[in-house]
């Protein structure tokens, strides 16, 4: 039933940016949290930013200060604004979204992922 549509991936050079795209089928505020992920090859999945449904905000140490996670209620989209690139950000970057159903159990939905490559 939920659909995450990620875009805004392509290939930037390094010190570039890149502003990427996550719009929900629903309401954004359906959820409790909402984040990014990425996965390089070889490498695990790992956390880049989240947001909760209040607005709070948290970030990876390796992208503090470059990235910045936003979002558009309007547009039931979340983005990742994402500045001076590095060719280590290279990575599929995955959009998430958590719902908690009664105390114990909780529903993760993910888009289908964006190609982010950064290089020279």
């Known amino acids: 039933q939920v659909q995450l549509v990620e875009s805004g991936g392509g290939l930037v050079q390094p010190g570039g940016s890149l502003r990427l795209s996550c719009a929900a089928s629903?309401?954004?505020?359906?959820?409790?949290?909402m984040g990014w992920y990425r996965q390089a090859p070889g490498k695990r999945r790992e956390l880049v930013a989240t947001i909760m449904r209040g607005g709070s905000t948290n970030y990876a140490d390796s992208v503090k200060g470059r990235f910045t996670i936003s979002r558009d209620s309007a547009e039931n989209t979340v983005y990742l604004q994402m500045n001076s690139l590095k060719p280590e950000d290279t990575a599929v970057y995955y959009c998430?979204?958590?719902?908690?159903?009664?105390?114990?159990?909780?529903?993760?939905?993910w888009g289908q992922g964006t190609q982010v490559t950064v290089s020279s």
């Open positions: 998430n979204a958590d719902r908690l159903v009664g105390s114990l159990t909780t529903n993760s939905y």
């Open positions: 629903g309401s954004i505020f359906s959820f409790n949290v």
